[in-house]
């Protein structure tokens, strides 16, 4: 019989690449996956991966197993969460969810607060990231919910085994120190901000993306980017401080910050879309989980 584990680790292979990049996702030494994979193939008769230059990918049979591997871990993952549910008699079982930081701050601590009264036997553990690494934690089950956005004009990917939820849609506001001379205006015309410094996120997010091909698209110019961060406090910091400009979503900004003036751009609507990631086959306590995130989106809108 073919022990979980390994089939773990060689679903965790694939979606790595490299055995290296697997051992630093796990925690364990390259040496000691190897060797399980090499128990693997013993036990399954045949080879499982083969190299391609610095990195893997599987053999026909290596393909049928993670493919098998998927239902047979999610089914342990199911029966774990009813035993959970039988001991404590109520919905129970750990949940880990993803988030970036203002739906983190805005959505999934106001969900977590709620899940503490409502379902007390459920543990939550939350960790801030980005989609770029929440998605493949979430495939590979080192997460269990993920909460995304998705910026107008630039689709995420859509992934059959995931189930995708809509939590809320949030406009982008240009953020401008108080005293810039276009502060006063209601809508702010991004054609004359060409010379403006401008705080983003880092290269390679979603934020930054949008950030590029909003000034390209509606403002004509290509945006001075001297200042990144992806905390949105830094960001807002950074106008107030520096007489940069930023393109901030309505999460991000909070209600009552002060030195910045927060308007629209006049060349038209800018959005993204927030929504919720799981699994296929959602437990009790992640439908639970996802439950109270979408109640905790409905509150930020009202």
């Known amino acids: 019989m073919m022990d979980l584990h390994r089939l773990r680790l060689l679903r965790e292979v694939h979606g790595r690449g490299t055995v290296h990049g697997a051992a630093r996702a796990l925690g364990y030494s390259p040496s000691a996956i190897s060797q399980q994979l090499a128990v693997l193939e013993r036990e399954a008769g ?3 991966l083969e190299r391609v230059g610095r990195n893997v990918r599987l053999t026909a049979a290596g393909e049928v197993l993670v493919r ?5 871990l999610e089914g342990v993952e199911a029966a774990e969460a009813e035993l959970a549910a039988v001991a404590a008699g109520r919905v129970a079982g750990v949940v880990r969810i993803g988030a970036f ?5 805005r959505v999934v601590a106001p969900a977590i607060r709620y899940l503490a009264t409502t379902h007390p036997d459920i543990r939550v553990q939350a960790t ?14 080192q997460l269990d919910v993920m909460v995304g956005d ?3 004009g630039q689709p995420r990917a859509v992934h059959a085994d995931l189930r995708r939820e809509h939590l809320l849609r949030e ?3 240009v953020v401008l120190p108080e005293d810039h001379p276009l502060a006063a205006k209601r809508r702010v015309p991004l054609q004359q901000l060409s010379e403006l410094p401008w705080a983003a996120c880092q290269p390679g997010t979603g934020h930054r993306e949008m950030h590029v091909r909003v000034c390209r698209e509606l403002g004509g110019f290509e945006p001075d980017i001297r200042y990144s961060s992806d905390d949105f ?3 807002l ?4 401080t520096t007489g940069a400009g930023a393109l901030l979503t309505e999460l991000a900004i909070d209600t009552g910050a002060p030195g910045v003036a927060v308007r629209l751009p006049a060349e038209g609507e800018v959005g993204r879309a927030v929504y919720l990631l799981t699994r296929r086959i959602r437990t009790p306590a992640v439908a639970a989980v996802a439950d109270a995130l979408a109640a905790a989106a409905t509150q930020t809108r009202s």
């Open 46 to 48: 045949t080879p499982l």
């Open 171 to 173: 406009q982008i506001s």
């Open 233 to 235: 406090r830094i960001l």
């Open 101 to 105: 930081q203002s739906a983190f701050i």
């Open 237 to 240: 910091e950074l106008v107030r």
């Open 150 to 152: 998705e910026y107008d």
């Open 128 to 141: 801030e990231l980005e989609v770029e690494q929440a998605a493949p934690a979430l495939r590979m089950q």
């Open 68 to 72: 098998h591997a998927a239902a047979l």
